[in-house]
């Protein structure tokens, strides 16, 4: 199973909004409505940003939203804070394997 | 509150075996779904195996197929990694992550990770 496709970054200035894309195949985004989202901070631990493609879990500001298209997924992140500067994973469930992670994009608050 | 607790990484001889642990608190273990998900060295996230809870169902990346093994005792709320063979392309931070519900497939709590280098 291949890694989903994902920019290695991205940048944006504070309080603009930045989109992260997140490309797979029919069997993994395209197939099922199981993208998920991830954070991660320099030497922290992963944290759940997005799931079920648009689904926030609870404590996680709605500047944060998933959507879907075909077999490419996207994060977009509005409004930028200092806070946000981390990298970004995408997550696809993908059946038999079952789950495939993206390569990581960083995400740069200029 | 959720804790998730990894341990028994380290320095292992290419070849060589490794059993990691991970141990869980903090909610109904044997109901959820439990991954090992790895990072190497400055990479990406890479999910490597997976147990369902009732430990009767096992899933394995491809990379790891046949070489590492995951189990889970319910009645210590504990999940561990048999891991042989060993490579350097295993050495990785080593995380357990929980399945959110058994309606979404995603990751919603992790563990601080284990390190293991593969190493001669």
């Known amino acids: 199973q291949s890694a989903l496709t994902q920019p290695r970054s991205v940048s944006g200035a504070p309080g603009q909004s930045v989109t992260i894309s997140c490309t797979g195949t029919?069997?993994?985004?395209?197939?099922?409505?199981?993208v998920s989202w991830y954070q991660q901070h320099p030497g922290k631990t992963p944290k759940l940003m997005i799931y079920?493609?648009?689904k926030r879990p609870s404590g996680v500001p709605d500047r944060f939203s998933g959507s879907k298209s075909g077999n490419t997924a996207s994060l977009t992140v509005s409004g930028l804070r200092a806070e946000d500067e981390a990298d970004y994973y995408c997550?696809?469930?993908?059946?038999?394997?079952?789950?495939?992670f993206g390569g990581g994009t960083k995400l740069t608050v200029l | 509150e959720v804790q998730l607790l990894e341990s028994g990484g380290g320095l292992v001889q290419p070849g060589g075996s490794l059993r990691l642990s991970c141990a869980a608190s903090?909610?109904?273990?044997?109901?959820?779904?439990i991954s090992w998900v790895r990072q190497a060295p400055g990479k990406g996230l890479q999910w490597v195996a997976a147990?369902?809870?009732?430990?009767?169902?096992?899933y394995y990346a491809d990379s790891v197929k046949g070489r590492f093994t995951i189990s889970r005792d319910n009645s210590k709320n504990t999940l561990f990694l048999q891991m042989s063979s060993l490579t350097a392309e295993d050495t990785a931070v080593y995380y357990c992550?929980?399945?959110?519900?058994?309606?979404?497939?995603?990751?919603?709590?992790w563990g601080q990770g284990t390190l293991v280098t593969v190493s001669s």
């Open positions: 992550a929980k399945r959110t519900s058994p309606l979404s497939p995603s990751f919603d709590y």
């Open positions: 903090g909610f109904t273990f044997s109901s959820f779904v």
């Open positions: 147990i369902n809870n009732r430990g009767d169902g096992t």
């Open positions: 029919g069997s993994d985004v395209g197939g099922y409505n199981y």
């Open positions: 079920d493609v648009n």
């Open positions: 997550c696809s469930y993908a059946g038999e394997t079952p789950w495939v």
